[in-house]
């Protein structure tokens, strides 16, 4: 149903946040999977069951789950990514996240940059 949304409509950050957040509940809670809570996804696989789920491209489902998981760790403001016009305008920083931590580690530790 997920799916028929994304052609008709603009999806925004917002959307997809709320909706991969209320699958993954779904599917977390259902009992008919085997999720392992102490993953950084929440569990094996997460993020495909929950794009077969949406009919929707894993990769976009992986994205907000991440952004979904630093949200939770207080890494990451909701409203921050919430008021994007756009879903590549929230995704295409945050695969800068992993590289923007290593040179935060180097510039802590006392490394030029």
């Keep these: 149903m997920a799916a028929d949304n994304d052609d008709a409509y603009n999806l925004t950050p917002a959307f997809i946040l709320e909706t991969v957040a209320a699958?993954?509940?779904?599917?977390?809670?259902?009992?008919?999977?085997?999720?392992?809570?102490?993953?950084?996804?929440?569990g094996p696989d997460l993020d495909?069951?929950?794009?077969?789920?949406l009919a929707?491209?894993?990769?976009?489902?992986k994205n907000a789950?991440?952004?979904?998981?630093?949200?939770?760790?207080?890494?990451?403001s909701k409203k921050a990514v919430e008021s994007l016009p756009?879903?590549?305008?929230?995704?295409?920083?945050?695969?800068?996240?992993?590289v923007l931590r290593f040179l935060g580690l180097l510039k802590a530790y006392g490394f030029p940059l």
């Design 23 to 42: 699958a993954r509940e779904f599917i977390t809670t259902s009992g008919k999977s085997n999720v392992a809570p102490s993953s950084r996804t929440k």
């Design 48 to 53: 495909e069951k929950i794009a077969s789920f």
């Design 56 to 61: 929707w491209p894993p990769k976009r489902v």
């Design 65 to 76: 789950l991440a952004q979904l998981h630093a949200i939770e760790e207080g890494e990451l």
């Design 86 to 98: 756009t879903i590549h305008a929230a995704t295409a920083p945050w695969t800068l996240l992993p």
